[in-house]
């Protein structure tokens, strides 16, 4: 079926946004740098976020609150409250960092709208990604713009059906497998799949789960376009 | 004109909220004690919120870290991790306290919604509330779901395009005369304004500014069913 409306992810799809997570996390591991080794601090900040996801969500705010509970516990509470605050700032500087939009990201979103109605449609935290959005520029190319707190295939049925948008018709593009691809497969739509240089630990896929998903694989937005 | 569709705020409208942030509040203050006499955090707290709405937005997520804040600035430093921690936890109590909703509002709902589509208009962050609206057991009585980032008149303006609402025939329920009543009266809309018992300072509205405003003032949400 030809496809009628096309679904953007927005955080490592149009805008730069891991390698921000990924930055504060290397700040954050250089100020604990005194009390232990790096992959440690690492591995315990995954663990304690994985563990805090269902009381805080997506989003810088839990992230925050995950770096300092980690300071916590691995210094065994010698963490001085001016180095909790310094983790506060890193979470500040992530909320007022400027959004770098991906190569081709404004040109490919520009040039589609003016023959697809585009739906923004991304996770994470209500205001983070409103005020992203709003500093991206890139809104008014969007005819709708959904904030979801997680992407399940249930909850994309949701929105397609609010649209009144007919599965099979409907191409989401996105940099995460878990969270773009295969749940807009598992509902009959159509998905691209471009891959970023730098994948969260959590939105990882194991490879036998992708076995015969019949997804297009892209090497960059600009390629959308011939595409479609 | 006659009223055709309902939009009902969540928050100290339909199910207590302001008094799990006042409790909190209470622990918080009691965990400072030591350091400082109750007033002074309390004004400490609400100084600190309103400066970091900008970065965090409104929530229980935001509410943490400016708690923690507040406890570094007052004690100026010597506020242990561990005490640190117990304010995480106070967060992380708040975000799983169940919902407990006002009198009547089950049925008040389940009444109107048989005979007019209701909107439930939401403000805060998308996890928590999406959280408390399906611990509500209420969700299935509204026609449509909007958490917003906050409540201005613009914002109200496009909840109405969307759904094709004609602002005059709408009416809006709630607690809070600064967002739930002045921007929708300032959009043509009409408002029902019912009292809750505690009212955030923020949300506060001086007397003058709610002069020969034409909106309904109700007791209760029971009284809602006698003036629709």
């Known amino acids: 079926m030809t496809i009628q409306w096309i679904g953007f992810d927005a955080d490592d799809t149009l805008w730069h946004n891991e390698s921000l997570f990924l930055l ?4 954050f591991t250089h100020l604990l740098a005194g009390y232990h080794p790096s992959e440690e601090i690492e591995k ?11 009381d805080f969500g997506y989003g810088i705010k839990g992230f925050v609150l995950s770096m300092i509970e980690t300071a916590i516990q691995l210094t065994e509470c010698r ?32 040039t ?3 023959s697809y109605p585009l739906l923004l449609i991304t996770k994470g935290d209500l205001f983070d990604q409103e005020s992203k959005i709003a500093r991206s520029g890139l809104s008014r190319f969007f005819r709708g713009i959904e904030i979801l707190s997680d992407k399940t295939p249930s909850v994309y049925q949701e929105v397609l059906k609010r649209y009144e948008i007919e599965p099979a018709s409907f191409l989401m593009v996105g940099n995460s497998l878990k969270s773009d691809i295969l749940p807009v497969l598992a509902i009959g ?32 937005l600009a390629d959308l376009l011939r595409l479609v």
């Open 24 to 27: 504060t996390q290397e700040r």
């Open 44 to 54: 315990m900040l995954f663990e304690t976020e994985m563990r805090n996801l269902k």
């Open 189 to 220: 739509a159509q998905a691209a799949y471009i891959e970023y240089s730098l994948c969260w630990e959590h939105e990882k896929v194991r490879e036998p789960d992708l076995q015969g998903k019949p997804f297009h694989k892209l090497d960059s």
């Open 112 to 114: 589609l709208s003016r």
């Open 79 to 110: 963490v001085s409250a001016a180095e909790i605050q310094e983790i506060i700032n890193l979470g500040k500087s992530m909320m007022r960092a400027p959004v770098e939009l991906l190569e081709q990201a404004r040109e490919t979103v520009e």
